[in-house]
């Protein structure tokens, strides 16, 4: 049912994995209930009350974050919250770490929360959330 037209949007910076994602929906015989995916930033046409970003900004570059953090805010609606999965885990994952052809990047809270800050966001820790491997989700919003 998530998967309805309009009801669910697939972003993704790399077109192959738009890919991958549209031959899933195949698989299980689903392409009628018409998901946006897309890997066009411009296809997204509204806001959302609820954004799930999961696995993300653990592999965006710092040249690509503002841009990333920039597309999460235009998407959120004023009273909207952004679950993000990020690794604060700064020590176990040096610069230069990679998984597959993607960067993977460990970074502070703090940091997270002074990046998300310069575009008018609120960054929480989901204090029950924080993984062994530094994975942890934090909720964003709009500041008041």
Same mark, same amino acid.
């Given at each position: 049912?998530?998967?309805?037209?309009?009801?669910?949007?697939?972003?993704?910076?790399?077109?192959?994995?738009?890919?991958?994602?549209?031959?899933?929906?195949?698989?299980?015989?689903?392409?009628?209930?018409?998901?946006?995916?897309?890997?066009?930033?411009?296809?997204?046409?509204? #806001? *959302?009350?609820?954004?799930?970003?999961?696995?993300? %900004?653990?592999?965006? /570059?710092?040249?690509?974050?503002?841009? +990333?953090?920039?597309?999460?805010?235009?998407?959120?609606?004023?009273?909207?919250?952004?679950?993000?999965?990020?690794?604060?885990?700064?020590?176990?994952?040096?610069?230069?770490?990679?998984?597959?052809?993607?960067?993977?990047?460990?970074?502070?809270?703090?940091?997270?929360?002074? #990046? *998300?800050?310069?575009?008018?966001?609120?960054?929480? %820790?989901?204090?029950? /959330?924080?993984?062994?491997?530094?994975? +942890?989700?934090?909720?964003?919003?709009?500041?008041?």
């Amino acid at each position: 049912e998530y998967l309805d037209s309009r009801h669910y949007y697939g972003y993704d910076l790399c077109d192959n994995r738009i890919t991958e994602a549209k031959q899933e929906v195949a698989i299980y015989h689903a392409q009628h209930k018409l998901p946006v995916l897309t890997s066009d930033w411009s296809d997204i046409d509204r #806001q *959302f009350k609820y954004i799930w970003s999961h696995q993300v %900004l653990i592999h965006i /570059s710092d040249e690509l974050l503002p841009l +990333t953090i920039s597309c999460i805010k235009s998407a959120l609606q004023c009273d909207g919250l952004a679950l993000i999965t990020v690794n604060t885990a700064t020590e176990k994952w040096p610069d230069g770490s990679e998984w597959l052809e993607y960067p993977f990047v460990a970074r502070s809270l703090d940091f997270y929360k002074e #990046q *998300f800050g310069k575009y008018g966001m609120n960054v929480e %820790l989901c204090e029950d /959330s924080v993984a062994s491997n530094g994975q +942890t989700s934090i909720r964003v919003k709009h500041a008041s």
